[in-house]
């Protein structure tokens, strides 16, 4: 299997940097940039007091940045007085000062000298913020400079400004543009939940009409949820199964092929996503009714700012934390696809074996690859055995390393996508 170190990263590097046109700010010459890469991807294999590292690396002078800033963003420069030579020991010491969410620690090289440590740049966490909130869109709040994320061990990603670019972890190469939550497949599974809130939020007993809302935004909210249960359960680095399950519109709460030792009693709290979701939208519409907007689509949607917003996007966080303790303990958290809660600690007990599984090449899964499952854990193929067992499930199975695979079945074949994007 062929393996990517940074040599090679150096060079993709370059090749995508290039496809996304003219840059205010270069790349370093091809000596020094592959120093970087090369010490960081050492640095992130250090450890910190028992602690992995994780930080962020900015790679341009501290004099460029101001006109490679996009209009509206600002960054806190605090140069160091003399600056410090580049090396995976400095990057260890330097770390847990350098907030993830928050700093970056600055890195130059002037032409083809040694690149240099030149100080800390505080970004806020705004930029993070528009992940979390599932409206990153355009509005880019870090310079269009080379920015090298650290996240864990041997897992580097390289990003121009807020464009996630090329990605290493354990050895391969992802480019950070695989997004199954984008496929046309996905969407269609839950097209019935936002059907039900669409005719919640449009009437308005005894009052005006509301401002419609589009399918797109009930979406983008809905997706957002499970992006960030996702990257909780991700970031607690235990690994868990989330679990996603046809509604039962009789209200038995028995899913089919999964004993749950935790089951949540038939109460509003069970029901705190979809709440929120749509908590969110009805006060997208009472801005939009402010500003005398008659439809609230995705642009309107991505600009809002409102305190009442960001709280709700918060609570989102907090309850995607909850999921990620959950997950920790053995077995699943299932949920259905009204976003309810059924419980965790779900044991599988479908026992029909699956012996091979079709991985896929593209989003749609139009082009797949067959691959035995011998090789695979235990918490895989129990899902495996599950999907095959009700296709209508879907569940995505998060490993210690970080790796997501969503699995789905259609035609009796168990398909599985590898879910590879900054963010989630």
Known sequence: MARAYPP???????????????????????????????????????????????????VAAPSELQAAMPAGAQLQVLEFDPSRRLSDGELRRLAPAADFERTLIGI???????????????SGRRWIRRLQSGREGDDASLPDALVVHVLSPGHVLMARGSTALVELQGGRFRESDHDVFRSVW????????????????????????????????VRAVAQHMLRRALSAIRG??????LLIVPPDDAGNLVVPGVTLKYRFADQDTRRRFR??????????????????????????????????????????????QLMASLATVDGVVVMNRRFELLGFGGEITIAEPVLQIHRAVDLEAT????????????????????CQAFPDSLAFVVSQDGGITVVHARARRVLCWEQRTFGL
Do not use: N
């Open 108 to 122: 130059h090289a002037e032409g083809g000298g040694a690149p240099y440590i030149w100080g800390l740049a505080s």
């Open 275 to 320: 709440q929120l979701i749509l908590s969110i939208v009805a006060t997208l519409q009472d801005e939009a009714e402010r500003r005398g907007v008659t439809h609230v689509d995705w642009a309107f949607y991505r600009e809002r700012e409102e305190d009442e917003l960001r709280t709700l996007e918060e609570a989102v966080l907090e309850l995607a």
């Open 236 to 241: 607690a680095r235990h690994g868990g199964t």
């Open 367 to 386: 082009e797949t690859v067959a691959a035995m499952v011998d090789g695979e854990g235990t918490r895989h193929r129990s899902v495996y055995r599950l």
């Open 186 to 217: 996905m969407p269609r599974l839950f097209a019935p939940l936002r059907a039900e809130v669409v005719r919640q939020t449009d009437a308005r007993p005894g009052g005006p009409m509301r401002p419609t809302v589009s399918d797109d935004v």
């Open 8 to 58: 090679d990263v150096s060079t993709r590097l370059e090749s995508r940097w290039r496809e996304g046109g003219p840059s205010a700010l270069r790349l370093p010459a091809a000596r020094a940039l592959h120093d970087i890469l090369e010490t960081a991807y050492h640095a992130s294999l250090l450890r910190e007091e028992s602690r992995s590292l994780r930080f962020r690396l900015l």
